[in-house]
């Protein structure tokens, strides 16, 4: 017997409410974390990082000196020994963030996503940025509505 339309939503609508809870449920913590990055001060500066001076949510340094990780397909085997004590470091550091890794150009050093405060836009990059939007025209007519559904009970 064939499987209907309605048959073959089922597993996905089920799943919707739960993974909306999922997400809501780990914006907590990420905002409780931005809360408190700005109430202790503990954002560098450019400037700082290349200074030297470490991270204040791990305390490693920002920009380490030693360049960026060659990509893994080409690491010597010391380079891929550094790799995977490196790798060990960070999680030892970071075992249940589950957050995204971000890591300065020149810099071999990983930092978290939700322990690590991030590092400001260079002038230049925010220019970039800035060019970008720019240039772009908003059609009316290429806009998504889009409906929202409340999973939380409010």
Known sequence: MPVTEDQKREPADRRRPSAALKEEEQAHPTEAKRREWYQKNMFLTREQAAAGEACRGCGLPVIDGLGSWPPLMHLSDQERLDHDAAEARYKQLHPGCHSHRWSMQGSRTTHC??????????????ESIARILRRHVRREEELDVWALDLTCGH
């Open 113 to 126: 996503g939700l322990c690590c405060p991030p590092i400001p836009f260079s002038d230049s990059q925010l």
